[in-house]
């Protein structure tokens, strides 16, 4: 079993900055895939930016060069640092970890930006 705990959502203002964390414990396996999705209300789900273990990254067009995703495999923590918010970035932010075919989900962290 896996579990995902994210933290560092919060209210910003527009233009400023926010860092979430994500920690991952459990049976994790040293190859995986670690991501963070967001959900506005009313929208899908949507990817915000995922790295392999390796480091391999991949970023959503809307968040590209604005927001920097990065891993610590040592302590099982990923990140996503996020610059120059705007209000559309507004949504609940999910960790999310795959690994062999199976896929884990945190429980989400707020992130409102105000205009």
């Known amino acids: 079993q896996v579990q995902l705990v994210e933290s560092g959502g919060g209210l910003v203002q527009a233009g400023g900055s926010l860092r979430l964390s994500c920690a991952a414990s459990?049976?994790?396996?040293?190859?995986?895939?670690m991501g963070w999705y967001r959900q506005a209300p009313g929208k899908q789900r949507e990817l915000v930016a995922q790295?392999?273990?390796?480091?391999?990254?991949n970023y959503a067009d809307s968040v590209r060069g604005r927001f920097t995703i990065s891993r610590d495999n040592a302590k099982n923590m990923v990140y996503l640092q996020m610059d120059s918010l705007k209000p559309e970035d507004t949504a609940d932010y999910y960790c999310?970890?795959?690994?062999?075919?199976?896929?884990?989900w945190g429980q989400g962290t707020q992130v409102t930006v105000s205009s």
């Open positions: 790295i392999t273990s390796g480091g391999t990254t």
């Open positions: 459990g049976s994790i396996f040293s190859i995986n895939v």
């Open positions: 999310r970890l795959a690994q062999y075919g199976y896929i884990y």
